[in-house]
């Protein structure tokens, strides 16, 4: 497909606006349908676009592979970060009222988008690191 005019410019356009409603799914969540595993398939989504049109090698000069396991890894710890959290302000695990002293609500709020951004860097990463691996065996052959 990297040889397909159309297709090259249809995806470059595409890109950007596929990361930016990702990113409004994950910070709407809150408020309205969405949230992190929406947001992150979605996010995962533009980056394969990109891969498929442009290439394996080219996807992976522009997201390298290390930055994907380190993504994996950020989002668990940062979704296992909060649950420890509300275990040391004497709560318990993901209890997020216990985040804010001053009002419980805040605390829930301050919890669920933690939480859901922990699920979509995560998710997000995995999406990708998959299409890595299946994209990869192609040129193993």
Same mark, same amino acid.
């Given at each position: 497909?990297?040889?397909?005019? %159309?297709?090259?410019?249809?995806?470059?356009?595409? !890109?950007?606006?596929?990361?930016? !409603?990702?990113?409004?799914?994950? !910070?709407?969540?809150?408020?309205?349908?969405?949230?992190? !595993?929406? #947001?992150?398939?979605? $996010?995962?989504?533009?980056?394969?676009?990109?891969?498929?049109?442009?290439?394996?090698?080219?996807?992976?000069?522009?997201?390298?592979?290390?930055?994907?396991?380190?993504?994996?890894?950020?989002?668990?710890?940062?979704?296992?970060?909060? &649950?420890?959290v509300s275990? $040391?302000? @004497?709560?318990?695990?993901?209890a997020y #009222?216990?985040?804010?002293? @001053?009002?419980?609500? @805040?605390?829930? @709020?301050? &919890?669920?988008?933690?939480?859901?951004?922990?699920?979509? %860097?995560?998710? #997000?990463?995995v999406m990708?690191? %998959?299409?890595?691996?299946?994209?990869?065996? #192609?040129?193993?052959?």
């Amino acid at each position: 497909m990297r040889e397909n005019l %159309i297709l090259r410019v249809v995806a470059k356009s595409l !890109f950007p606006i596929i990361l930016l !409603f990702a990113l409004y799914v994950q !910070f709407h969540g809150d408020f309205g349908p969405g949230g992190g !595993f929406q #947001a992150g398939v979605i $996010f995962s989504a533009g980056w394969i676009l990109y891969g498929l049109v442009f290439g394996l090698a080219d996807l992976q000069r522009a997201l390298p592979p290390r930055w994907v396991e380190i993504g994996t890894a950020t989002g668990i710890l940062l979704y296992g970060g909060v &649950g420890l959290v509300s275990l $040391f302000r @004497h709560g318990n695990f993901l209890a997020y #009222a216990v985040l804010d002293h @001053h009002s419980t609500v @805040h605390g829930l @709020h301050r &919890g669920i988008f933690w939480i859901e951004l922990g699920v979509g %860097i995560t998710v #997000a990463s995995v999406m990708v690191a %998959i299409f890595y691996a299946f994209a990869g065996r #192609a040129n193993q052959r």
